[in-house]
């Protein structure tokens, strides 16, 4: 049974001057539903809607669209866990995790992730929302997010939105506006974030403690971009994807018998070693290398990546992972591999090139995920616009100037003896790797004394490694344990 409710209808803002398209600023629509998760019931009340975004002189410069979902059938009330959850891009909206991992509904999808027709939402069997309340907030552009003009008509400055510090300081402010509205300051708080959302997480656990006074249980780095390491380049970032090469050669059989015929996570532990200790330093040596030296690395190199020895002497041993992508099957099939999912296969228009024409695994997730929420959002959430929903908006020259995250979560977690950090990654991610994941965290502590903090959890899957439904459920058991290990218990924040 399924109730709707429109409360706090107050102010509209318009997105144009030659229609009449406006939507909300500070409106919420709520229904009530019910879903059995893990064999129980979990009754719910669903809250979509806006609020509001303001500067430091108390005027409305935004107003972000979010979903909130509050179990309703817990004696813990607003005392329990909530979380709080972004996705990436940046400039993408919070649909992903929203309607394919965590939340109450997800996907019509077959069991290894691929768009069914018709389109459409189910039950989520496997959804936190048993252990924990969610909210999916939509950054400025993203989903109905829109910026708001003034009085005059005159637009915000981007530069207030769209960079790395900027995105961090307004959605911490509008954060401790939420959990203020909602009276959940008793609850303990996590933040969870997919790809980029990884970088904004990380700044944000600082952000929250030192601007907010809000102090977080756990942080959650779903395929996480470390822009330290993203699109760096250099001898690091390009033996980094050694290892991801080696589980999407695996998964598309094109190893040597010998490694084939062991499992995935056998030979990953190989690869990660001769990925630091020996294919790192052969690049760094550069034309200065020996020629015994690197007839050797390539050769070795050929046999975790499943790449031809004299393809990779001629990259000078140094193989982008859009030219593996191109490369892997090209003698085989004449096919391409997908980016964010290496399992997804592509058809160019010819096989020569050296990168893909399209990303296989995006254009058949986008089937999949933009039907879905748009029918979710009007239907059954009961909000309705002619207003475009950006899965991907504009977003801008993006400023990634000043990128301190990594250090930031650092900061939080010597600050807060109760935060700890999970970070959940895909071995077939070709987009933000698993061992560059595994790097990122290894280089967050450098003195080792919060390691013991930190917990790292892998899967058989790509970027969005929950659309796999053996992963689906593995993925948030892992959830529930992290929100169960993180909780206090009663324990003093004291080292």
Known sequence: MKLKLLVLCLVCFSLGTAQDLKIPVDTTYVTTNSVTIKGQQVNYQAETGFQPVWDYSGTMIASLYYTYYKRTNDAKGNKRPIIYSFNGGPGSASVWMHIAYTGPKILKIDDEGYPIQPYGIKDNPNSILDVADIVYINPVNTGYSRKVADKDG???????????????????????????????????????????????????SLELQNSQWMYLNGVILVSPADYKVLRVGGPLASSLNLPYYTAAAWYHKALSPELQSKDLLDILPEAEDFAINKLMPAIAKGGFILDSERAAIAKQMSYYSGLSEKVILQMNLDVPNRFFWKELLRDKTGETIGRLDSRYIGIDRVETGSEPDYSAELTSWLHSFTPAINYYIQNELGFKTDVKYNVFGNVGDWDRSNDNTRDNLRQAMAQNPYLKVMTQSGYYDGATTYFAAKYSQWQMDPSGKLKDRFSFKGYRSGHMMYLRNEDLIQANDDLREFIKNSSSNGK????
Do not use: C, Q
């Open 154 to 204: 005159k637009m915000p400055d981007d530069k207030l939105f769209f960079g790395i510090n900027a995105d961090i300081k307004y959605l911490a402010s509008w954060m401790n506006t939420f959990t203020t509205r909602h009276n959940r300051w008793e609850s303990p708080k996590y933040i969870i974030g997919e790809s980029y959302g990884g970088t904004r997480v990380m700044g944000l």
């Open 492 to 495: 003093s924040a004291k080292y």
